[in-house]
C-alpha cells in the first residue's frame, strides 16, 4: 500500500484555524494558522495543510481503509522533498539515468519538463504498480528517468484576504480541468496558498520501460501475457 496515500479518519484541520499574517505596518502579507509550528512551513516558507495521521502502533506505518485518490499531504511531501519511493519509503531507483517515476500516461508529447507530485519509486513498487494498479491499468502509464527532478514548487489552496477575512479563490486548473501548479517563482501567490502537494520538474529526461530496467538490474523477466499487457496498456 503506498506511504503516500490518504487513509480513511486522516483528516485536515478545520479552516478556522488559518489567520491572516500582517506586517509591522498592519498590511496582511500571507496566510498563517492561528498557533503555528515549524514544521507548518516547507523551507521556501509555505504553508502546508495540517492533516492527522493513522498509524499502526506495532509498525509505525500508515494503517486504515485507502482512499486511493487522494495523497496525505506530509507523507507526500515527506518522500518528495527526500526523494524516497512514494510506497514503501526506502529508496528510489536510481541509476545513471537518473530517478525512476511512474506517471500516468498523457499525451504523445515530449516528457521533459513535465511537474509531478508523484514522488519517485524503487523498481519492485514500479513494477507492483504497473501491474496491480487499476488506474494505470486503465489509462495507462509511462516509465521515465530524470536525473534532474529539481523542486518546482507546490499544487494547494489559494486565498485572499477580504475586509480581514480569508476568501478561498477559485481553484487554478489548465484547459483539460487539471490542477495548476504554483510554482515557488509566483510570490504574490506563493503567501496565500494553503499547500497540499510538493511538485517536481523532471528535467533531463529518458523514457523507459520495465522489462528494460528489470534486465538491466538483473531481475527474472515477466511472464510473457504480463509482459504483452502492460505494452498495450502504455500504447492506449
Request: net charge negative; glycine share 10%; aromatic share 6%.
Given at each position: 500500500?503506498?506511504?503516500?496515500?490518504?487513509?480513511?479518519?486522516?483528516?485536515?484541520v478545520p479552516e478556522s484555524m488559518l489567520g491572516i499574517r500582517y506586517n509591522r505596518t498592519g498590511v496582511p502579507i500571507g496566510l498563517c494558522y492561528r498557533w503555528e509550528m515549524p514544521r507548518d512551513r516547507d523551507?521556501?516558507?509555505?504553508l502546508?495543510?495540517?492533516?492527522?495521521?493513522?498509524?499502526?502502533?506495532?509498525?509505525k506505518r500508515p494503517?486504515?481503509?485507502?482512499i486511493f485518490a487522494s495523497m496525505h499531504p506530509s507523507r507526500q511531501r515527506e518522500m518528495m522533498a527526500s526523494l524516497r519511493c512514494q510506497v514503501c519509503g526506502g529508496q528510489p531507483s536510481r541509476t545513471e539515468e537518473g530517478y525512476l517515476f511512474l506517471e500516468k500516461a498523457g499525451n504523445d508529447g515530449d516528457p521533459e519538463g513535465i511537474t509531478t507530485g508523484q514522488?519517485?519509486?524503487?523498481?519492485?513498487?514500479?513494477?507492483?504498480?504497473?501491474?496491480?494498479?487499476?488506474?494505470?491499468?486503465?489509462?495507462?502509464?509511462?516509465?521515465?528517468?530524470s536525473k534532474v527532478p529539481r523542486l518546482h514548487?507546490?499544487?494547494?489552496?489559494?486565498?485572499?484576504?477580504?475586509?480581514?477575512?480569508l476568501e478561498p479563490l477559485p481553484p487554478l486548473v489548465g484547459p483539460d480541468?487539471?490542477?495548476?501548479?504554483?510554482?515557488?517563482?509566483m510570490r504574490e501567490l506563493t503567501p496565500w496558498v494553503l499547500a497540499s502537494q510538493l511538485l517536481r520538474r523532471l528535467t533531463r529526461v529518458t523514457v523507459t520501460d520495465i522489462d528494460r530496467e528489470l534486465a538491466m538490474a538483473g531481475k527474472p523477466a515477466r511472464p510473457a501475457a504480463d509482459a504483452k499487457r502492460s505494452r498495450n496498456s502504455v500504447m492506449r
Open positions: 500500500m503506498p506511504y503516500i496515500t490518504l487513509r480513511k479518519g486522516e483528516e485536515s523551507d521556501r516558507g509555505v502546508w495543510a495540517r492533516t492527522s495521521q493513522s498509524r499502526s502502533p506495532d509498525t494503517a486504515g481503509k485507502p514522488p519517485p519509486v524503487c523498481l519492485d513498487h514500479a513494477l507492483a504498480g504497473i501491474e496491480m494498479c487499476s488506474h494505470l491499468i486503465e489509462h495507462g502509464y509511462v516509465l521515465l528517468r514548487g507546490v499544487l494547494g489552496q489559494v486565498y485572499t484576504p477580504v475586509d480581514n477575512v480541468g487539471s490542477d495548476l501548479p504554483l510554482p515557488y517563482t
